[in-house]
């Protein structure tokens, strides 16, 4: 049985509000249902995506910043690595070095019973070049000594050091002190393996 627009007049009020509430709800319902739905999904869908958007910038952006912050730190070590490898001398330089070592020694008043430079040890691009040294003098002169090698424009490094104290020569002298100690200095051989480089390339 249809319902007419006629019975619907002929219905009392209470049954009209209820039937107007029914066709509001079922506007409703199938516009949420078609409609609003599909919207507050791709609504969820945009915030995901939104989401991960947001976490793949921030991970970039710290990646970013992390290779300016490592690019930063390897021109500091490669400028340090420069400045280190102008103090290593080259083989050409090697006497002067140690004529300069020995001079401080001379100076500060020290009388050298031993100098004798042994066979270089190659490291990589550098070789190290020890020199055992037996030195006499008074404890401050030795300490002026140590202070002048370490003032020494090329890398020179004093290890192994063994005191043995004090006799006195003569009345009105201070006691002296015999040094036995072991002196490093570092000779440049990178020229020297790109020359073997070169040669190969040739071949």
């Given at each position: 049985?249809?319902?007419?627009?006629?019975?619907?007049?002929?219905?009392?009020?209470?049954?009209?509000?209820?039937?107007?509430?029914?066709?509001?709800?079922?506007i409703g319902y199938f516009y949420?249902?078609?409609?609003?739905?599909?919207t507050l999904d791709n609504k969820d869908r945009l915030k995901e995506r939104l989401s991960s958007l947001q976490k793949q910038i921030q991970?970039?952006?710290?990646?970013?910043?992390?290779?300016?912050?490592?690019?930063?730190?390897?021109a500091e070590?490669?400028?340090n690595l420069k400045l280190a490898l102008a103090r290593l001398p080259e083989?050409?330089?090697?006497?002067?070095?140690?004529?300069?070592?020995?001079?401080?020694g001379?100076?500060?008043?020290?009388?050298f019973l031993l100098f004798q430079p042994?066979?270089?040890?190659?490291?990589?691009?550098?070789?190290?070049?020890?020199?055992?040294i037996v030195i006499v003098g008074s404890y401050r002169d030795i300490a002026h000594f140590f202070v002048s090698v370490a003032d020494l424009p090329r890398i020179v490094n004093i290890k192994n050091i063994s005191i043995q104290g004090g006799k006195s020569v003569a009345e009105g002298k201070?006691?002296?002190?015999?040094?036995?100690?072991?002196?490093?200095?570092?000779?440049?051989?990178?020229?020297k393996h790109e020359g073997k480089k070169n040669k190969k390339r040739r071949k």
């Amino acid at each position: 049985m249809s319902i007419t627009a006629e019975d619907i007049k002929r219905m009392p009020n209470k049954y009209k509000v209820i039937l107007v509430l029914f066709v509001f709800l079922l506007i409703g319902y199938f516009y949420y249902f078609f409609f609003l739905q599909a919207t507050l999904d791709n609504k969820d869908r945009l915030k995901e995506r939104l989401s991960s958007l947001q976490k793949q910038i921030q991970a970039k952006e710290l990646v970013a910043r992390q290779i300016k912050k490592h690019k930063k730190e390897l021109a500091e070590l490669r400028e340090n690595l420069k400045l280190a490898l102008a103090r290593l001398p080259e083989q050409k330089e090697i006497p002067g070095l140690l004529t300069s070592v020995s001079q401080a020694g001379i100076k500060t008043g020290l009388d050298f019973l031993l100098f004798q430079p042994a066979s270089p040890v190659s490291r990589d691009f550098y070789a190290e070049i020890p020199v055992k040294i037996v030195i006499v003098g008074s404890y401050r002169d030795i300490a002026h000594f140590f202070v002048s090698v370490a003032d020494l424009p090329r890398i020179v490094n004093i290890k192994n050091i063994s005191i043995q104290g004090g006799k006195s020569v003569a009345e009105g002298k201070k006691n002296l002190l015999t040094v036995n100690c072991l002196i490093k200095t570092y000779m440049f051989l990178e020229k020297k393996h790109e020359g073997k480089k070169n040669k190969k390339r040739r071949k």
